[in-house]
């Protein structure tokens, strides 16, 4: 089995300001972590699920479902830290060296693009990450974290790699490049997840608030991969009826 050493992990907290309690929401009688989980299930790449989360509840939701979580500390800040306690209390021998970084709010990833981030680090010690071609209305939205890339030409296309050069909640670069609207989600050798967390926030991720610049600032290789798709990520209320209309779309 080609990706018989990955696993994925899910980092998922009820502490959300925007949506109060936010993986518990419900979106046609199902909480939304439980979407996330059945979506990542479905996945033709079959190995293995982890959440990773600060509510028993959660636990008992996925474990209800079959599936494995682990309790993590609340105090984490970021979902990295939490999902490097979660790999190591579930996997201690290090099986896992490699660790697919998927969101407890994106609950739409498709199947081809976990197989695309898995492919992106196969037998590399980085980091890897998707972009997509930001829209016109995401451009100076500071939300949609921006990502400058180098690709050694001038016309990216799907599928084509490059490598990360800095990332901002600013509209970058300047001129009239395409502009890439940075999808958070990675894919980790976890030797270098273990450096990462064990490094202190840098200057420009405090500045930024984007712990991608801690990376960067330590010279840590992050490889970029452009994909045409963008799931749909649950911030607010109209994320919500948004997903909701995509799975309406789905089943008809």
């Known amino acids: ?13 009820l502490g959300s300001t925007r949506l109060k309690n936010k993986p518990l929401i419900k979106i046609n009688g199902e909480p939304l972590i439980v979407h996330v989980f059945k979506s990542v299930q479905k996945s ?7 959440v990773a989360t600060d509510s028993k509840l959660i636990v008992d939701l996925i474990r209800k479902e079959g599936g494995n979580a682990v309790l993590t500390n609340k105090k984490h800040e970021s979902g990295s830290d939490r999902i490097f306690e979660a790999l190591n209390t579930f996997d201690p021998e290090k099986k896992y060296n490699k660790v697919i970084h998927l969101q407890g ?6 199947n081809s693009l976990i197989i695309d981030l ?5 037998n ?10 930001a829209s016109p209305d995401e451009l100076e939205d500071p939300n949609v974290v921006k990502c400058a890339v180098s690709f ?7 599928g084509d790699i490059g490598r990360a050069i800095y ?6 670069p300047w001129g009239n490049q395409l502009i890439w609207h940075h999808l958070g989600l990675y894919a980790w050798d976890r ?11 840098s200057p420009l991720e405090k500045s930024e608030k984007l712990e991608q610049l801690r990376a960067i600032e330590s010279d840590i290789e992050i490889k970029i991969l452009v994909t045409n798709e963008k799931p749909i990520g649950i911030d607010t209320k109209e994320d919500l009826k948004k997903f909701q209309n995509w799975l309406k779309l789905k089943h008809n």
Not at 105 to 110: E, F, G, R
Not at 118 to 122: D, E, G, M, P, W
Not at 152 to 158: D, H, L, M, R, T
Not at 191 to 201: G, M
């Open 167 to 172: 990332f901002s909640r600013s509209k970058i």
């Open 1 to 13: 089995m080609k990706f018989k050493d990955y696993i994925i992990l899910i980092p998922s907290r």
């Open 152 to 158: 050694g030409k001038e016309s990216p296309c799907p």
């Open 105 to 110: 709010d994106l609950p739409n990833v498709s």
């Open 124 to 133: 590399k010690k980085c980091i890897g990450t998707p972009v997509v071609e």
């Open 118 to 122: 898995a492919n992106l680090i196969f």
């Open 44 to 50: 033709k790449i079959k190995i293995p699920i982890l």
């Open 191 to 201: 030797e270098v997840l273990e450096k990462f967390v064990s490094l202190k926030p």
